[in-house]
């Protein structure tokens, strides 16, 4: 299994109880913090230590990102999709996913343009918001590619409360949070509603919060910003935060 290992020191706390490094700010450690809150996960969830870019954290996991959960045998585990899929397969009820390969099928399609073509791109606008001059041609570039990534998000979504049905999915658990950086990354390179032009997509983004899963995670993003919209901590924020 990918990542490296805790130190002996924190073996013995390690193999009672895992622990996810996640930051509120970060979407990618929120799509693996609601799937650990709506299967009622005892999961320890802390900051890194030492900070992100630290030493320590570094010995923890070398990649030096978020999120990353600390397995019961003292293995790191990297990557937040690595790390739900994980979850459910170790931890399988309530489901986070459908039961034939056609639904389960849908499900990754769905939670992949979630982080392909949505949240990476909006981390990455608000990013270029923030640098003066800035860089127009790659903004529009990140722009076309989330533009694509919602058009195909709209044809895609079930129609029912939740992205592939009646159920909160792993979809869920990468859209959510993808869909709330949508406005914020909108909002730092122009003035534009986007989400407005994709009906399906606005319903769902009410719907899917009534979970309490969805809105706790959300809050917590929410609590983590500033009124501008940029993370508290803008510096660590990049495409290595998955």
Request: hydrophobic share 40%.
């Given at each position: 299994?990918?990542?490296?290992?805790?130190?002996?020191?924190?073996?013995?706390?390690?193999?009672?109880?895992?622990?996810?490094?996640?930051?509120?700010?970060?979407?990618?450690?929120?799509?693996?913090?609601?799937?650990?809150?709506?299967?009622?996960?005892?999961?320890?969830?802390?900051?890194?230590?030492?900070?992100?870019?630290?030493?320590?954290?570094?010995?923890?996991?070398?990649?030096?990102?978020?999120?990353?959960l600390i397995l019961d045998n003292g293995t790191a585990l990297p990557e937040s999709l690595a790390i739900m899929e994980y979850l459910e397969e170790k931890f399988p009820a309530p489901p986070l996913m459908p039961v034939s390969p056609e639904a389960r099928a849908h499900v990754r399609m769905l939670t992949r343009i979630g982080e392909l073509q949505i949240m990476i791109q909006s981390a990455e606008l608000i990013a270029l918001g923030d640098m003066q001059p800035r860089d127009e041609a790659a903004a529009a570039h990140r722009l076309t590619r989330m533009v694509r990534g919602l058009a195909a998000l709209q044809n895609n979504l079930s129609g029912e409360d939740f992205a592939a049905g009646r159920h909160l999915t792993l979809a869920d658990c990468q859209l959510a949070p993808a869909l709330y950086g949508v406005p914020i990354a909108a909002g730092a390179i122009m003035d534009r509603d986007l989400i407005g032009a994709y009906p399906k997509i606005a319903r769902y983004i009410e719907s899917s919060r009534r979970h309490p899963a969805v809105e706790r995670v959300l809050n917590e993003m929410a609590a983590a910003l500033t009124p501008k919209g940029a993370p508290v901590r803008k510096k660590d924020m990049s495409d290595d935060m998955r």
């Open positions: 299994m990918p990542g490296g290992r805790i130190s002996m020191s924190n073996i013995a706390e390690a193999s009672s109880r895992m622990t996810l490094y996640s930051e509120h700010f970060s979407p990618h450690s929120a799509s693996v913090r609601i799937a650990i809150h709506a299967k009622a996960l005892d999961i320890a969830i802390l900051a890194p230590p030492g900070g992100l870019k630290s030493a320590q954290y570094h010995k923890i996991n070398p990649l030096g990102t978020i999120p990353c």
